[in-house]
């Protein structure tokens, strides 16, 4: 049985070494008490939790999954247990406001040590990460009665929380949504319809679940700018917080699925079931935007998660399974070498592990933007972080997930016949992490949202200051070794800046050459990106071996898999330009009926 | 649910328009049955069998699975009654000897029907599937006496079999193999070792199992040289055929898996079970070389099958299903467009369709060679058929099973949220297929196969006749609107044994940068080997086109598809030469214990 073990000593060098926390959060308003010794000893916590609370109980859960009856959903063996051990101490509150109970440490540490859940057990810590966003939009966006009627509770764990958008009809088009809100007399609305794909929907692992329902009143305006949000409380929540009956939700139907089987993924029906008012009438998706945003981001982390444990799970086995020889005999006293010596096993290995580090370089460089984008008292750097968030979003959930089921396909192949077996795991990453390119907007989504909304709606003026960051990087003086791939970094920025400017002209006479570069082009992106953060990886690791670092193996390996990237990976950008250069017409001439025959 | 249908018309395309079946039947030894009108019967009532019968258990399959007991296995139900139906059908006979039998039709015909099965339902099919390939191995390699005891029955279908190879610490490594044959004074053998990983090992279907068992003599040298065959009965087979006492022949468990869970994945347990040697003592390896390329065929088969239903089932939902506007509004009275008329959706679409129509035609042109292999009264044709697969083997396993990943994958993306979902069945496409990267050999072997085994080791020699081919039909007169294709195909080739050239060179050097660059070359093979085939397909639809076919939108969408190959799927070669030429010390320099911290 494959066994995950936080990765320590690249959290350090991602937290500590290449993005300067300590500096971030000194920096930070409301952040004082996050001292580099807090947050170590919460990462330690946090990986004694994952590896020995959460992390057992990956392969269950995806075996039992979830027991749906008329009455409950059961969760797997040990998911309530180890829930109630989660409360216990105190995570659920870890970044929320002081004033609602919260320990008031910044956003950045949750979806620190949440990469950590999501290693070891992506459906179980899906809960507790629904729960958390629901928590954020009621608090940023509900009056201060429902604040106190709903937040304390949720900020201990005790209640949870879910996100209800997509209707049978409407999943990407949320504009098609037909569930209703009638208004009652106490001001209360009655909320009608049926939602679906509600991960967290039901369960048994908190007192109270509280629902974010997007519905229509009676008077909104078609498409979404007629949607408003709702809390819609599974038991009635009485004025003082005390728990009242039973309202009109019920669970219909859990999901048979591909993976994350320990998530119960709930057909929820509302049945005039009372709910308030958040925000604004036919508001709701502007009270939704921010959680959306963060959401996609924990997107990122779970798909960044899984192949991390994927590599984990694949390195052990690739040392340890003995099997033909390799060209130079590695261990020719034994029967046959360990598999790693094979160079295409290292070939898959290292695309893992590049994909794996690279990709939390990006994710906690995107935490560290949403903490300023939240608290910095700084209009101008707050306005800077939304900015650069808004083109990073997507890349980073479309990319990261996109080289997440490459990597973990990768993690199966390196086990053989292994790899498909279950008792290995491997197989189970790679159907989890599956849903990462679909969920909380498809990458077709994301792509469009990067090349036509971001970057050719602003006349690609979004992209400039991601652009001109690592153009100065690019232009600073670096460790001489590194040469090579500062050029070929620089290079593919300019091929990028390139297609940009070579899409916003053809745009201009066809829209269908947005769709049809999109894809391509937010992968072109996220090459390009994540050669950025591995030429400032390499940058750091490249001075401390100068510097004479005892731990010469750590940084060597930096440099090694750093040089791995740009040479095997990152050349990939030029298939991608040439494919984004075909233009449109191979993908719309063929007449819809003319797909098959 | 999703609905499978033989694609009758494309099937048509490659057998009569593309390859000339029918010229090929008439030209070959004992195939004068196989008439045009008996082809097109046969493919018919293929068909049906596929759409009617199997391809409504597909899913029950993979829901319930098989059911092991310490007495048996149980197939899902309704395998053992389509099995029977299968076998009333005669369609266990239809390639084998009609002196055992069988109906004498070329192996060929048996590679197309199985597309079809495949693609209704790829774990049942698996069970008739190694049936024939023992019952072939057993015809070609054991003594008459042998023959006439087992074989008959086996073309009839009521004996199945299976292939024994692989052992816990012997997969890839099969000189490892431990399972031993003592000899007993009847001339029978005992043979004594557990298996696994044996595909329908165990079963309910059919009265008997005959298993092909590789194994040890107790003077056997190591390694491969020193592995002998035998046959292997569940129930001991009497002389004059008719059923014994149980051998000792058991099934210690079935695996839990990602896909394929209609088919019993076995480990068998050999407890001084009686079985025959079959060949000369210690050649088992050469006995089993024709069945494993043979099966390695069946597996692009398979890969290529996954892609046809997935492209089916994401076609008929992208037709479907209404969500969001085109740039150019397509159904204006309606809320939303459908979902194929987005680009992106189409990309995705197109590149599920070039890959199985493609793939169809190399896995069909590959059947042709083993027709001419075995049954060609032409010396030298039989060698260049013989010398042609060897090189196109290890690309149609390889190269299709890994677009096969993509293709299904694309699959489930189409369908965003109900892709994930098990009931849409795209997801199962998705786990299914994913062993055919895996078994019959890793594609990493297969890489390794093509570049270091077969054309290097020939000094080049191997790629030549196939390269020429190609060349060939470059220089050739086609229709001037296939010139920018034929130009690229051109160029693709030139790349192709230009790598091969340089990799000639480096290998000398550092044998690492064979198994460095093995995984690219192949995809890169593939990539090109497909362009060739699309290309003929192309010069077949515009010529139809010309001589004013009535047909018209079938050649042209084959045009329109052949279009998106060349300029959106045959650029991935440029980003593969650029890996291939970043040499091997990318992969070699980080130490093994480098890999984690």
Chains 1, 2 share one sequence.
Request: proline share 5%; glycine share 8%; with cysteine.
């Amino acid at each position: 049985m494959p066994e995950y073990k936080a990765p320590l000593r690249d959290l350090q060098f991602a937290l500590n070494e290449v993005l300067d926390f300590d500096q971030h959060y000194q920096n930070l308003p409301g952040a004082e008490t996050a001292t580099s010794d807090v947050v170590a000893a919460i990462v330690q916590e946090a990986a004694k939790f994952s590896e020995q609370v959460i992390a057992p109980l990956n392969a269950v859960g995806d075996l039992e999954g979830c027991q749906w009856s008329e009455e409950q959903v059961i969760t797997p063996p040990g998911f309530k247990e180890a829930y109630a051990q989660f409360v216990e101490g105190g995570w659920p509150g870890l970044s929320l406001d002081p004033e609602i109970g919260g320990q008031g440490l910044p956003p950045s540490l949750t979806n620190v040590v949440f990469e950590l859940f999501n290693s070891a057990n992506h459906a179980w810590a899906m809960y507790p990460s629904l729960a958390y966003g629901a928590t954020n939009t009621i608090n940023a966006h509900a009056s201060e009665e429902l604040r106190q009627r709903f937040v304390l509770k949720m900020a201990e764990g005790r209640w949870s929380g879910t996100m209800c958008l997509t209707e049978a009809h409407a999943g990407t088009d949320l504009g098609l949504m037909r569930t209703k809100a009638e208004p009652l007399d106490d001001g209360s609305y009655a909320i009608s319809g049926s939602k679906i794909f509600i991960s967290a929907g039901e369960h048994d692992m908190s007192d109270n679940i509280i629902h974010i329902v997007l519905a229509r009143l009676p008077d909104a305006p078609e498409g979404v700018g007629g949607i408003s949000l709702f809390i819609v409380p599974k038991i009635w929540v009485n004025e003082d917080g005390s728990l009242g009956e039973p309202n009109g939700v019920s669970c219909g139907s859990i999901e048979n699925k591909m993976g994350i089987h320990g998530n119960a993924t709930c057909v929820m029906n509302f049945d005039e079931a009372r709910g308030f008012l958040v925000g604004e009438p036919h508001r709701g998706m502007n009270c939704m935007f921010t959680f959306v945003n963060k959401a996609r981001l924990g997107v990122a982390q779970q798909a960044q998660a899984h192949i991390e444990a994927s590599f984990q799970f694949a390195l052990d086995y690739a040392k340890e399974r003995l099997q033909m020889r390799a060209p130079v005999r590695a261990l020719p006293d034994k029967p046959a070498d360990p598999i790693i010596v094979h160079p295409d096993v290292r070939r898959m290995l290292l695309t893992q592990k590049a994909f794996s580090e690279g990709s939390r370089l990006l994710n906690y460089y995107c935490a560290q933007l949403v903490d300023l984008a939240d608290a910095s008292q700084d209009q101008d750097e707050r306005l800077r972080a939304e900015a650069e968030l808004a083109l990073l979003t997507p890349i980073a959930k479309g990319f990261v997930s996109e080289i997440s089921l490459e990597a973990t396909s990768l993690g199966v192949q390196v086990l053989g016949g292994h790899g498909f077996i279950s008792q290995w795991g491997l197989e189970q990453e790679y159907r989890d992490t599956r849903i990462t390119t679909i969920y909380e907007g498809t990458n077709g989504i994301q792509a469009l949202d990067l090349l036509g909304r971001k970057i050719l709606a602003s006349g690609g003026e979004a992209i400039k200051p991601f652009a001109h960051q690592i153009q100065s990087f690019v232009d600073s003086e670096q460790p001489a070794s590194l040469a090579p791939w500062i050029k070929l970094l620089g290079e593919n920025l300019r091929l990028w800046l390139q297609l940009t400017q070579e899409l916003g002209e053809r745009a201009m006479k066809d829209p269908n050459h947005v769709g049809a570069a999109a894809y391509d082009y937010l992968m072109i992106a996220g090459y390009t990106t994540l050669a950025y953060f591995w030429a400032r990886g390499a940058a750091v690791a490249a001075m401390e071996l100068e510097k004479g670092n005892d731990d010469k193996e750590f940084y060597q390996a930096k440099l090694a898999t750093a040089q791995f990237y740009f040479e095997r990976i990152l050349p990939r950008n030029q298939s991608l330009a040439a494919t984004i250069r075909s233009g449109a017409d191979n993908l719309m001439q063929l007449p819809e009926e003319s797909f098959a025959f």
